[in-house]
DNA sequence: ACTTGGCAGTCCCAGGGGCAGAGTGCCAAA
DNA sequence: TTTGGCACTCTGCCCCTGGGACTGCCAAGT
């Protein structure tokens, strides 16, 4: 069991380990921070978290260092997290504020949040959610291929091509244009990937084929998009950082640069409005980030969907102000989409 | 001046160094390539090379590495450019192929080029060049806060939010979305911008006011297109290659996060829809990017404008066979945009 | 005028020994 | 339970040395 002192203790050393990089000793503990007993005392007490496996010294005879576990109890019971100072709210209000739309905040949000943690910062593109239709358009880009286009009342737009199409002139293309606009008009996405189907019946038979292409590709384009896309900035963070990676950082760049896998691993962590969640080292083994943390929240765009945001850095990061900053810039974020 | 067989000796030596990393000395050249001659001979033309700044010496006695200046020789005279393999351009085209729209065909543009190249692959999204407005939306996303919607006959969708409109309901929108279209549609991109202007005095005079902001708004998105946006893929590579730059790679990481550098390095360079231009080293230097070269050429787009495509990487990279990939990359990727 | 073999000189790099420093583990005493 | 003390271990650093890899130059050969 490990005392109550003894928390206090590996405290101290993932604080300065963070801190320094540098293996933490019993007696520079003893040195920095008032325990009032002596360093062989601490020394007792270290044993006892390497006994648990909350810390590991890398060499016979050095210093200490916090494991995944010490980290995972450092974040779970030792954390407190102390509020942003106004200067950092005021600067995340003033950078966000100047977006000029979705892609926009977004970029900015990501941007300020890798500046803010000097990590890389990640957020997710919202959902549908319940989002409606607001419009739907059909543009022939070239004799045989035609583009639809979906916009949603959240703002999104989305685009999709549709090849091996013939004998489609503009009155034709302009009256499928209207069936679709008029079945769909205000629907929620959910529905319309329903009423869809049935559209392609309701239009002139000749015409039914390319409706049926139609119907299938805007289908795809709701469908695709429930699988959202990323955001990504601070990706240069890591080489600065580089150290901290056993090996060359270069697995770690080539795993974040697969969008797939960062989705997977966010559609993994709970969607916690309020907390922020955080999954430690080899937790993240399976996506080939097995020496990172990920830190992540959940932010709440206008069409009520919930969807995340969060940093990616080395395990040996700064847990406590890391995770201070992601929520501040959730919460900020959430206020934002919802004009406040 | 240079002899005709010291400009030989240069190509084996950058050819060997960019293979083996390792600096290239007299007697490792004569054995590997039949010059017919001895070691000493070979040492007199690169003590001409060395006079000529073409080649260095890392250290007073040891091999012999190019200088930017020797890259760029032989760049201009001493590159061949071999056709890609058969197979590796059915790779393209396979791999090109199966994309669904413009996002999709730049993606795996980058995509596979960085794997052909094994560097940064970037690639320039088309400006409008001389593409028609297809549509315009208008769509009203709270009650103060309007977003409006431009999509070119390209296949382009641009969106921008515009705040702070008061009293505006769906008939008074409906009436302006009909007004901006009526007005807009069909027109080239650079009429658009001059029509729009003169739209607000076509309405009644309650809505002047509002429709002065959507066409500043339409007249922003246009505007703001006109510089456009990169993709990038293969940032990991950068990892791979670390030992190629002097300190971390850091500071290269960073200058390529920024679009805006890279957008204006792609300016400098000339469009060769043809060849490939190539900025080594040095030449970058303002970009914050001393130690990398840039190739690139231009490729078409369906509206006719021409952008940009090439790779980045280190100052030592292969780079005949990576200019071969770009020039066959950005021929393919015409070839799909325009349809054949 | 080039080319060549030879030779001296220079510099890097890897390996080994030794030394100081940091830190632990354990023990016996308070 | 805490403490001081002490032996022990391991790293990191410095210095040195020897081998290896080149170059540069020179004088002789073609």
Redesign the interface.
């Known amino acids: 069991m490990v005392s109550e002192r003894g928390l206090e203790v590996l405290r101290v050393i993932v604080q300065d380990y963070v801190a320094s990089r540098e293996p933490v000793g019993s007696k520079t503990i003893v040195e920095r921070h008032a325990f009032g007993v002596s360093a062989a005392t601490i020394r007792n007490d270290m044993a006892q978290l390497e006994e648990e496996e909350l810390i590991a010294a890398p060499h016979t005879s050095s210093g200490r260092v916090p494991t995944d576990k010490g980290y995972r109890v450092f974040v779970d019971q030792l954390t407190e997290l102390r509020p942003l100072s106004a200067g950092q709210r005021q600067a995340i209000e003033t950078f966000l504020g100047q977006a000029?739309?979705?892609?926009d905040v977004l970029a900015r949000t990501v941007r300020h949040l890798a500046q803010l943690t000097n990590q890389v910062a990640l957020a997710q593109y919202p959902s549908f959610g319940n989002a409606r239709v607001?419009?739907i358009?059909i543009?022939a880009?070239?004799p045989?291929?035609l583009?639809t286009?979906l916009?949603t009342?959240?703002?999104r737009?989305d685009?999709?091509?549709i090849d091996g199409i013939h004998g489609l002139d503009e009155p034709a293309l302009s009256q499928l244009r209207s069936a679709f606009n008029a079945a769909l008009d205000g629907q929620a996405l959910a529905d319309a990937a329903v009423t869809l189907r049935g559209i392609p019946d309701t239009v002139a038979p000749e015409r039914r084929s390319v409706a049926a292409d139609i119907a299938r590709s805007l289908g795809d384009q709701i469908a695709a998009n429930r699988q959202d896309r990323l955001v990504m900035?601070?990706?240069?963070n890591?080489?600065?950082t580089?150290s901290d990676f056993s090996g060359?950082?270069?697995p770690v760049?080539?795993a974040i640069?697969e969008q797939v896998t960062l989705l997977r691993l966010f559609g993994e962590m709970q969607i916690d409005e309020d907390g922020v969640e955080v999954r430690i080292g080899r937790e993240n083994a399976d996506f080939g980030l097995g020496e990172t943390s990920v830190l992540a929240t959940g932010y709440t765009a206008?069409g009520g969907s919930v969807a995340r945001l969060g940093v990616l850095g080395p395990t040996r990061m700064d847990y406590s102000n890391n995770m201070v900053a992601v929520r501040a810039v959730a919460r900020y974020l959430t206020r934002l989409l919802a004009?406040e």
Chains 1, 2 share one sequence.
Do not use: C, K, N, W
Not at 100 to 103: M, N, R, T
Not at 233 to 236: I, K, M
């Open positions: 000029v739309d979705l892609d607001r419009h358009e543009v880009l070239a045989s291929r583009m286009v916009i009342d959240t703002g737009v685009q999709h091509l900035a601070g990706a240069a890591l080489a600065r580089e060359s950082i270069f760049l080539e640069e206008s004009e």
